[in-house]
């Protein structure tokens, strides 16, 4: 028996060594993911993959149009409503709507976010706030929109700030809501110890509290901005004669449901790319932040 087997023998219990064990390999360079996983993180699979299913819906709505199961009337052809957006923007109407509508929604989240920013943090780090004001903004919260349609026309007319109002009564509350609930919850630990630096105030707010709920504040955005585009709609009732919630309606009474359905897809396909952009924000900010 040799000594280097002797000396291995002794290094373990009862002088017996079983078979080396195997190490990991060292990748020598970044390390590949595979696997659907991995596919599912690299970016322009994922946007081809979310493009599929709206393909699909597509190519079924133009078989079902072929078919002709329901008439043109209740379902137009995609190609009918192409034609309807093609005919607007000749006219110069299209773009009109889809910007006036834009700036309607950018105007109300904007302030309505910024108000449920700062609410949310009176109430989420005050409980006397909280508790006097706690129960008005749930009462508040509960109406339906259109039931404050009539009494805003009655305080502001029927002009630009009833409308931007509307929306930002849409944004405020996803905003607010999320803002106060994650406050509550931050490490209280963490609190004390940036106190113990000397930090108060507002600029415990900045430096710690609001970091610290980074990923909810945002998650509240994306909220406030979905609900500010389907406040659009109800706060383009208010004798509105621009914007595609009054397409909408235009169409509707006028029985031109290709323009119906080129709204409809208009605010789906605005909303979604004005979500993605603050989706690019939160990443941005949680990497920074959070």
Known sequence: MSDSYLTASSAVPGGVQGPPAALPPQPSGPERKTGP????????????????VP????????????QGVFSAVQLPSPGA?????????????????????????LTGFAAGA??????????????????????????????PSLALVPLLILWMGIGEDSKVTLITIGAFFPVFTTVSLALRHVDKNLVEAARAFGLNGIRLLTTVQLPAVVPAVFSGLRLALAQSWLF????????????????????????????????????????KTTDALLGLAEKWAVKKWA
């Open 81 to 105: 409503v192409l034609s309807s957006a093609v005919d607007l923007l000749e006219r110069g109407e299209l773009g009109t709507h889809i910007a006036i509508s834009t700036q309607r929604v």
């Open 37 to 52: 996983s991995g596919a599912l993180s690299i970016g322009w699979v994922r946007v081809l993959l979310g493009l599929l």
């Open 232 to 271: 659009l709609v109800a706060a383009e009732l208010i004798a509105s004669s621009m914007g595609l919630g009054f397409l909408l309606t235009d169409s509707q009474n006028n029985g031109r449901t290709d323009r119906m359905f080129l709204a409809i897809v208009l605010l789906a396909v605005i909303g």
């Open 114 to 143: 910024a108000l449920g920013l700062a609410l949310g943090a009176l109430l989420g780090l005050s409980r006397l706030a909280d508790v006097l004001l706690g129960p008005l903004f749930g009462a508040i919260r509960a109406v």
């Open 55 to 66: 393909a699909l819906i597509l190519a079924l709505w133009q078989l079902v149009s072929v």
